[in-house]
């Protein structure tokens, strides 16, 4: 799979920003199996030939949405979680740099749906696989970091807490879209998101 043409005038990247924008959007409603290229191309408000110019196929425009969404999720949510001084404050300030950014990002709702569609994808499956394996690189160095501080309980793994943790946020998102289909986010996925940060700093937070 390619990453799609690089665009050779700021009106071609301007193009190309808007078509990962609304599939972006379009995959975080519907999921990638269940949209065709066809409902993409006439979203976005193009021709074939300027969706063809830009991504060879569907397959192609969603794993560059899933960069872009990883880009978005490792500068935004990564820089101002590692901003903050202590491991044990970046392991606070993640719940709440995730649900800003569902909440600004819309199409951030894509990146668990994308991985777990395209993951099945045997050619695909090791490009999807770097996604998480960052994000759980990143939370994996803030538990051990916080061990050897002493402000995070040793004798676990931390990048086996990472997994469990990156997996119980997408778990939810997964859950959130059973139960109010179509919503995205909100109130009700706000407040679980929040119950398992209450339910991590009992587990791994050493007491003061």
Sequence with gaps: ????????????????????????????????????????IAAAGLTKGAFYFHF?????????????????WLSQVGQRVLAEATALEQLR???PAMLDLH???PAAWSITRLTREL???????????KTPAE???????????????????????????????????????????????GVQGGPAFAARIRTCQSLVELALVVPR
């Design 1 to 40: 799979m390619t990453e799609g043409r690089t665009p050779a005038t700021a009106k071609g990247e301007a193009t190309r920003a808007h078509l990962l924008r609304t599939a972006g959007r379009i995959f975080a409603e519907r999921g990638y199996a269940a949209t065709t290229q066809s409902e993409l």
């Design 103 to 105: 909440e600004r990002e």
């Design 135 to 181: 994000w759980v690189a990143l939370i994996a160095d803030i538990v051990r970091r916080g061990q050897l501080s002493g402000d995070l309980r040793s004798g676990l793994e931390p990048e086996q807490v990472a997994a469990v943790l990156v997996g119980a946020f997408d778990g939810i998102k997964d859950l959130t879209d059973v139960l109010e289909p």
């Design 56 to 72: 060879p196929s569907k397959a192609d425009l969603a794993l560059a949405v899933l960069r872009e969404q990883k880009g978005q």
């Design 93 to 95: 300030a993640l719940v």
């Design 119 to 129: 993951a099945a994808d045997p050619a695909l499956a090791a490009e999807v696989a």
